[in-house]
């Protein structure tokens, strides 16, 4: 009886070597065999993979013989953007908000698609990005919007001839301004007019009566 010696197969795995986090680099053997066997369990012509690694696959030919090989792939840094800015802000004002560093794009909650955004509204702000490989990532910032303060006036509504009216800011404010530059929580008059003050609380934030 002869005897044919016969030669193996030679498989060769085809694919991106390299992939972005989160995403699925696709394998497969340059041609087609009977049967295959992946290192990640995959059994058909294609495997998904999706952690970096040594690939390997076992190929089985027509003549029933047997080859395998390997494939490197690697994985990209993912991209770790940062978004900057003040964090509270008071009502009626505005914050620009930007992203530490240089990306191929942006993409904010607020539609806006350039490095850096101005908001008016507190809240939270959602930024995706996507470097030069391809690759998202991702970051959120909370912005505080501080509502205004609102101090009240306490005094007569009226006063007699040549008497001194005395007005009060009762609440406790950082700083107090009356139209006649007088800087102190009261203010004492013996004019008959409208007065007004405005002050300015904690977080740096003027309301006017």
Partial sequence: METTQLAP???????????CPGDTAVLSTEIAYVTYEWSSGANTRTADILTPGEIRVTV??????????????TQYDQPQPQIIGETEFCAGDSVQLQ????FASYQWSTGAATDQIEVKTGGTFQLSVTDANGCRGEDDFELIENLLPQP???GPAAICDYETARLE???AFVTYQWEDGS?????ETN??????????DAKGCAGTQ
């Fill in 9 to 19: 197969p030679q498989p060769v795995i085809v694919g991106a070597p390299i992939f």
């Fill in 60 to 73: 089985t030919d027509d003549n029933g013989c047997q080859e395998d090989t390997t494939f490197s792939i």
């Fill in 99 to 102: 992203v530490d560093q240089v």
């Fill in 152 to 154: 009240t006036i306490d």
């Fill in 169 to 171: 800011v009762n609440e």
């Fill in 183 to 187: 800087t102190s929580s009261v203010f």
């Fill in 191 to 200: 004019q008959a007019a409208a007065y007004s003050v405005t002050v300015t």
